[in-house]
């Protein structure tokens, strides 16, 4: 069951893999684009930056100031969390990449890696979509996922942000890239009250555009 970020971790490098070492048919013209929820808005007035150190890697980031953050370890995951929204982001730790991201992968293969990640994720994901996007130069592959329903098999990821208000589902969505051949996956999401579709809707573009921000910020070094 989907009780840590490490379960979808392993299926997502999977996919990752089996998507990026596809050569690309000079037919299928890839199409670079966000997540729908993923609006360009304003920049935050009021952020922090963030910076991780990893083994491998430094990822300097830029947070809300009003987020609070957490590491699975000296040099784990970070864990950044808006209690009040029902957001998270994890920045997993970085492993070194099989592969490199510099060219767009073709649609039918993004489509078909829907498929694959369906058949591998736990109890609970329903995979919908996959794209990828360039960030200031940087290709990223990216899956969106659904849990329509919070409960015991999936609660315990949300754990602090379920004591606060009833949830009752998430929309979610991994990222991946591969700076200095280190792969580097980002986890986010959102959790919904599932009061009604619009209220649903609303909450999700909201952190769509606040989780675009973050990524368009990050930037990664060698490690100090």
Do not use: C
């Amino acid at each position: 069951m989907p009780r840590t970020p490490r379960v979808l971790s392993a299926v997502s490098l999977a996919v990752t893999v089996l998507i990026a070492l596809e050569p690309l048919a000079s037919a299928q013209a890839p199409l670079l684009a966000w997540p729908e929820a993923f609006a360009t808005g304003p920049a935050s007035p009021h952020s922090r930056q963030t910076v991780i150190d990893f083994p491998t890697l430094r990822v300097t980031l830029s947070l809300p100031d009003s987020w609070g953050t957490r590491r699975d370890g000296p040099a784990g995951a970070l864990v950044a969390t808006d209690v009040k929204n029902g957001r998270q982001i994890e920045i997993a730790e970085p492993t070194p990449a099989a592969f490199d991201l510099k060219e767009p992968v073709s649609k039918g293969r993004l489509a078909g890696s829907i498929k694959t990640m369906q058949a591998s994720v736990p109890a609970g994901y329903v995979v919908e979509k996959a794209g990828q996007i360039d960030v200031g130069g940087r290709l990223w592959l990216w899956h969106e996922s659904r849990i329509p329903t919070l409960d015991t098999s999936t609660e315990a990821r949300y754990q602090q942000m379920l004591r606060g208000l009833p949830y009752r589902s998430a929309q979610t969505w991994s990222f991946v890239t591969t700076p200095q051949s280190q792969l580097v996956r980002v986890y986010l999401a959102v959790l919904l009250r599932g009061i009604s579709a619009a209220e649903d809707s609303a909450a999700t573009s909201a952190a769509g555009t606040v989780f675009a921000e973050v990524l368009r910020s990050m930037t990664f070094q060698s490690p100090k």
